[in-house]
């Protein structure tokens, strides 16, 4: 069980209202669960908590296809309408997006460029759709030392 107050900043937390979900609802009357509700709690919190530390989102991998994106509500209209997906941050401190683009190979099955870091998200894993995430062995931008405060701020358990 998640501490009393790990609890409560999850539930503060500000989700964008997804289109996917809205036509869901419209669609096929699908409502989100109480698990999907958190869930979407748990990637908007890390999206915020990743930005707070210097790290932008530049996408989401599916496993076969790249969608870029550069919000937190353009990265869950993706995330959430997969099973798993990696989603991908880079440190934002002399980052050159449009660089970036031109470079990077969004077509290709090597799925990181040089200065990216992944965040694995399994969907319908709960409180666990945080799965693995990948970062410099020296952690030389941080990403590492990010991910854990993450974990430790929003997803600490009670050792009850």
């Known amino acids: 069980m ?11 937390i500000q989700v964008p209202n997804l289109d996917h979900d809205a036509m869901m609802s419209k669609e096929f009357n699908h409502k989100i669960t109480p698990n999907g509700a958190m869930e979407r709690r748990i ?14 989102i530049i996408g989401v991998w599916d496993g076969e296809e790249w969608e870029k994106a550069d919000t937190a509500k353009e990265a869950m ?7 798993d997906c990696s989603l991908r941050f880079v440190k934002a401190e002399g980052f050159d997006r449009e660089a970036h683009e031109k470079t990077r190979d969004f077509d290709s099955r090597n799925a990181y460029a040089a ?4 965040v694995y998200l399994v969907l319908g894993n709960n409180l666990d759709i945080i799965s693995d995430w990948n970062y410099f062995n020296d952690d030389s931008d941080g990403f590492n030392a990010a991910m854990d405060s993450f974990i430790d701020k929003y997803l600490e358990w009670s050792r009850e």
Do not use: P
């Not at 990637?43 to 932008?56: Q, T």
């Not at 200065?115 to 992944?118: A, C, M, T, V």
């Open 2 to 12: 998640l501490t009393s107050n790990s609890l409560s900043m999850l539930n503060s």
């Open 43 to 56: 990637v908007a919190a890390l999206i915020a908590h990743m930005a707070e530390r210097g790290f932008l």
């Open 77 to 83: 209209e993706f995330i959430f309408n997969l099973d």
């Open 115 to 118: 200065n990216e870091h992944g």
